[in-house]
């Protein structure tokens, strides 16, 4: 009798363990229509298999090579390998395919790979696509892709799941883009792990900040990198939206990575409490990274005693980003022993950013000769903020020369803090087109400083145009100067004083000297005295001379003479000539012309030309009424 391809037993149904490895698809085999781990009690499930095996028996007695398949997978299934292979080696020669795999199975778990290949052959020849994906692994084991893919690829066309994942995981090593198709046909059955390689796949071709290397199966990044890609970009839309669709079915399949990715996309989103869930899910599920994650969420929300039980969970599970961020909890505290002891274990653990938190920790206690050992190690293993933290340390320790290469480095490797401490360095040396290139390089990247820097230059050379957009920059940035100067800009224009009057208000609210004295000067044009008195007195009571003079300008005109003669005092004594001057003049008018001639001599002495001539011919006026 012949293979019959058409019968299929337990054994196609219900594998024995498939795919094994964190996160992937495993089946223990169950009597079809009862899955393991339902609510049947003990007692009646043994009565059920009783009542099956006595049944196989029987009708193996009348030699039915479908009841000997049966009967041999039931006993393959209790783990009684001798009489299983008796029922199952009968049924093969009477032609059952099952009965092929399974004792292919058998043979492979008995350790005889070889012999249980050409059984799986057997069976896959006659049709059957659980011996076909399992002689595909076979030959993928011993390094036969082509054997593998051919085994798989039957497998997969059949219709057979975990055939499909194979495929596509054999394919997706190879950067084959078919992979795709298979990890899709093996998720669209169901297949977990397929539907988070999926997702992954589609993820990586969601907007992003950065690239996201991806690898099979997904990259061990930290939630630190997910959660910055999560936020770098994007939308919802296309491949994140049908990615978000493939972790939701791995993650409620019980994948704690996919959970732990899908956590990451709702957080973006603004979803905060979904994410949570997810995160929750995942981490109890073992996931230390969603631990990790679900802490920086709670800390967010101000639960700082909850976001630390999270993170020293996972920090004792080896996560490194949460032992970090415990031992910033613990700084922020005070508690700088505690804060050493995390980052020693995020150092441990293989994180290089403890390292970095520790000199940080060190600079702060002003340890700097530790600080700089600790920044050092960090930069050596490539941490950029640590090559431009130790630089900083060298430029302000007069070691110019030593900081000026750690400044490169980290600058060439993506710090802007860098690239911007590398501008000062050469505008320091009067090095002013070296100094422009870096600044424009840190511009270009968002540094707001830079920014500012850049359009200063502008300036300079007479481009506004240029200027202008640079300075728009680094006000997006908060930048109080950039504001005022912007404002400066356009005050040029009348057409454009209202824009104008919103930037110098900007900066002046940001406490701005000049910008309050301009912004003081333009609503005063108008008329508006109380809100220029506001404005003035916001820059004089800063130190600013020309906002003092100014108020004492408004109260003089508003009749308060005395108090303005105060506010030009000040601004006299800060070496504003023209309120020396102004307080000549009153002490004149008073008749004190002694007081007069010193304000006069004060007047001529800080200037400007104008002010000092008519300080000068006032002196001499007075002079003759003393001698006279």
């Known amino acids: 009798m012949g293979l019959m391809g058409d019968r299929t037993t337990l054994w196609e149904t219900g594998r024995l363990v498939e795919a094994p490895g964190d996160g992937s698809e495993q089946e223990l085999p169950g009597v079809p229509g009862v899955r393991p781990g339902t609510a049947d009690s003990a007692d009646a499930g043994d009565a059920a298999d009783l009542e099956l095996e006595t049944a196989r028996r029987r009708a193996a007695e009348g030699g039915d090579p479908a009841a000997l398949s049966m009967l041999g997978a039931l006993l393959l299934r209790r783990g009684d390998l001798d009489g299983a292979e008796r029922h199952l080696r009968a049924a093969t020669a009477e032609g059952d395919r099952s009965a092929a795999n399974n004792l292919g199975v058998l043979l492979h778990q008995r350790g005889y790979a070889d012999e249980a290949a050409g059984w799986w052959r057997i069976a896959a020849v006659a049709g059957s696509p659980a011996a076909a994906h399992a002689l595909g692994r076979y030959h993928r084991e011993r390094g036969d892709e082509p054997a593998a893919e051919y085994w798989l690829r039957q497998s997969a066309e059949s219709g057979h799941a975990l055939g499909a994942y194979a495929l596509a995981d054999l394919l997706e090593h190879r950067s084959d883009v078919g992979a795709e198709r298979w990890f899709r046909a093996a998720a669209e059955r169901g297949h977990r792990e397929a539907a988070y390689r999926l997702a992954r796949i589609l993820d990586g071709r969601a907007p992003r900040s950065r690239a996201e290397s991806l690898g099979p199966g997904g990259v061990e990044t930290s939630v630190r990198e997910l959660r910055a890609a999560a936020a770098g970009g994007r939308d919802g839309s296309g491949p994140a939206r049908e990615a978000e669709q493939w972790y939701r079915q791995a993650a409620a399949r019980g994948h704690r990575r996919a959970a732990l990715h899908l956590g990451t996309l709702l957080e973006a989103r603004g979803e905060s409490q979904e994410a949570a869930r997810w995160y929750l899910t995942s981490a109890k599920d073992g996931e230390p990274r969603a631990a990790c994650a679900l802490g920086f969420l709670l800390r967010d929300a101000g ?326």
Not at 411 to 432: H, K, M, T
Not at 572 to 581: D, K, N, T, V
């Open 303 to 628: 639960d700082t005693d909850s976001a630390a039980v999270w993170w020293r969970r996972a920090a004792q599970e080896g996560d490194g980003n949460a032992a970090n961020a415990l031992g910033a909890l613990h700084a922020d505290r005070g508690e700088s022993q505690e804060a050493e002891r995390w980052y020693r274990t995020a150092l441990d653990h293989g994180d290089v950013n403890g390292a970095y938190n520790l000199g940080l920790l060190c600079a702060e206690q002003g340890r700097t000769a530790q600080a700089e050992q600790w920044y050092r190690r960090a930069a050596y293993a490539g941490h950029k903020e640590a090559a431009n933290a130790l630089a900083v340390l060298l430029l302000q320790g007069g070691d110019a020369a030593g900081a000026e290469p750690w400044f490169s480095k980290a600058a060439e490797a993506g710090s802007v803090d860098a690239a911007f401490n590398l501008g000062i360095l050469y505008a320091g040396r009067d090095e002013d087109r070296t100094a422009f290139q870096w600044y424009e390089r840190a511009a270009s990247a968002g540094h707001t400083d830079a920014a500012l820097q850049v359009a200063m230059a502008h300036l300079r050379d007479g481009d506004e145009e240029a200027a202008e957009r640079h300075l728009r920059v680094a006000v997006r940035g908060g930048s109080a100067e950039a504001a005022f100067r912007l404002g400066a800009l356009l005050d040029r224009d009348e057409e454009a004083r209202e824009e104008c009057e919103e930037w110098y208000g900007r900066a002046a609210r940001q406490g701005h000297r000049r910008a309050q004295v301009r912004l003081g000067m333009l609503v005063a044009e108008r008329g508006d005295v109380v809100e220029a008195a506001h404005w003035y007195r916001e820059a004089a009571e800063a130190g600013s001379r020309n906002g003092a003079f100014n108020l004492g300008l408004l109260l003089a005109r508003e009749g308060s003479e005395p108090e303005a003669a105060l506010w030009w005092a000040r601004a006299a004594e800060s070496g504003h000539g023209r309120a020396a001057l102004r307080l000549a003049l009153l002490a004149a008018r008073r008749g004190d012309l002694t007081e007069g001639r010193h304000w006069c001599d004060r007047a001529v002495a800080l200037g400007p030309p104008e002010v000092a001539e008519r300080a000068a011919r006032l002196r001499d006026a007075l002079q003759q009424e003393l001698t006279a």
